[in-house]
């Protein structure tokens, strides 16, 4: 499909969603991350494009469409972004790598929703963020249920909110009447996709921006923009992983990379040697594979 036609049957959201979520992992090279020639050894690809498709049910709820969502809403009735999200992370742990895209769905289902009430916009995302309740912290926390998620210890005092607790959480949640931007809002310091989320999505939108500019195959112009998001700031899953020194100094080496002083392919070899995965990047090239595909990016 050429860049200048449009298909003769349009995808649904969640479809566009879905492919976003295969597009990212298609990327090559993303160093340190899974694509489609790297792997680590109980993290493969097939696992990547396993939890897009396992995720159709939870992303047809933030668009609306309910297609195979057996307790989708009817009449143009939504369900909470929170719920969504959690059905989206249930179906896509369904496959024998764990976390694929937990993140990456964190980022996608705030934007299907936002694209579904015809703004597709940092205001328009920021609208939704800002309606988010305490029933979509609920969910939210929820979601940890289903996969093993690297997470930074709470604050101190903070405990009770550790979304490692998942469901046992929730007490805490509701008591305190947090909603789901308020939980972002108190990790936004050290969560990439947090910052997102009180941000309006300036990194995802700015992602975006240059894979519509690319040219070339869509992997392509994502891996693109993979790296030069990677150079301009540290990855805060590998400050979490690791420590703080590591995500500088691979931010280092990816603009060293992007500047053309080192081989991207030999750093995502490094990189995945060491167990090295800078995935709060990926999740944002995901939504902004998302973005770039509602505003006519075709594939």
Known sequence: MTADRRPAVERTR?????????????????????DRRREYPDLRFEHFLAGAIGAGAGLALAAGEGHGAPDAPGDGE??????????AVAGMSDQEGGNTQ?????????????ATRGDLSPDGVAGVVAD??????????????????????????????????????VPAIEERGLSLRDVMSRSADRDGVAREWVGGFERTFGAARRIEAGEGPVPDRAADAFLD???????????????????????????AARDGEVDPERLAEKLVSKGINPGTTADLIAGGLYVALERGVTV
């Open 102 to 114: 937990f993140g990456a769905l964190l980022v996608v289902v705030p934007l299907v929703r936002a």
């Open 78 to 87: 939504r369900v909470g972004v929170g719920r969504a999200f959690e059905r």
């Open 14 to 34: 969640t479809q566009r969603a879905q492919l976003a979520l295969a597009l990212e992992v298609c990327g090559t090279p993303k160093p340190g991350n899974v």
């Open 229 to 255: 998001l990677l150079a301009s700031e540290p990855d805060t899953f590998v400050a979490t992983q690791h420590d703080p020194t590591t995500a500088r100094v691979v931010r280092e080496r990816a603009s």
């Open 132 to 169: 988010t309740t305490v029933a979509d912290a609920a969910d939210f926390y929820r979601a940890f249920e289903h996969v093993d998620v690297a997470v930074d210890d709470p604050p101190e005092g903070m405990a009770e909110l550790d979304v490692r607790r998942g469901a046992d959480a």
